[in-house]
């Protein structure tokens, strides 16, 4: 905007010159505004889908895939079904993806814009919404793959064997608890803020692979190489 106004003041004796830059200024300023503006100029569709995954026969585990390429997204346990809840969006449709193979039920969410079909209204929005509730009664293995995302993931009465969250720009917030009798989480955050909420009593090993994060670990005793762990690691179950 300041670039083509002050482009529009070189030639002041050029009225042309002047109305053109001017003219430019104006519909940059426009096309920003209603961008940004919290009901834009563009249409957009705002709708929201239930979701409702149901345990197939035979099934002993379950693997749930979450791809996005800016999202919310909240987990909890407590789902009567395998997996249910509610997705919302203004751009991208949901079909979750569902494999059954060697008594393993995958399902997979996919709202990653592979066409460029978002345009000018992906800027400053959320484009895609989850609210997910997961089953207590099956391990689970989970995959979360999303830059710049607030991610609230309350796991305490699931039963999480794998947790793996490749993120960038965005807060992640973790709650494990004593159902997953053990878990290996690996989380990959650039320029994020991480928050892991643990029982008092659960067996803890914490491995960092960066030299320049900011850390609080409360009950956390540091081992060397980067790695602390909780006084209660080799005797806790």
């Given at each position: 905007f300041l670039i083509f106004i002050g482009l529009s003041m070189l030639d002041r004796r050029n009225k042309k010159t002047v109305y053109l830059g001017l003219s430019i200024a104006v519909v940059v300023l426009f096309v920003l505004f209603y961008t940004v503006a919290e009901k834009p100029f563009f249409d957009q569709i705002n709708t929201t889908e239930k979701i409702e995954v149901s345990k197939e026969a035979g099934v002993e585990r379950a693997k749930i895939n979450v791809y996005s390429q800016a999202m919310a997204l909240k987990m909890e346990g407590g789902a009567t079904k395998l997996v249910e809840g509610n997705f919302q969006s203004q751009f991208v449709p949901l079909t979750p993806a569902v494999t059954v193979k060697d008594g393993v039920e995958e399902i997979s969410f996919d709202t990653r814009d592979y066409d460029?079909?978002?345009?000018?209204?992906?800027f400053g929005k959320n484009i895609s919404n989850f609210f997910l509730k997961i089953s207590p009664d099956l391990p689970v293995d989970i995959l979360v793959n999303s830059a710049a995302s607030d991610i609230n993931l309350d796991l305490r009465t699931v039963n999480v064997e794998h947790l793996n969250i490749d993120s960038g720009g965005s807060n992640i917030i973790l709650a494990l608890g004593p159902n997953a009798t053990t878990s290996a989480v690996n989380i990959n955050a650039k320029a994020s803020a991480v928050t892991i909420r643990l029982p008092a009593g659960i067996g803890v090993r914490l491995k960092f692979n960066s030299d320049l994060s900011a850390r609080n670990l409360p009950r956390l005793t540091p081992v060397g190489n980067n790695t602390f762990r909780s006084d209660n690691y080799d005797a806790s179950d």
């Open positions: 460029n079909r978002l345009g000018w209204s992906y």
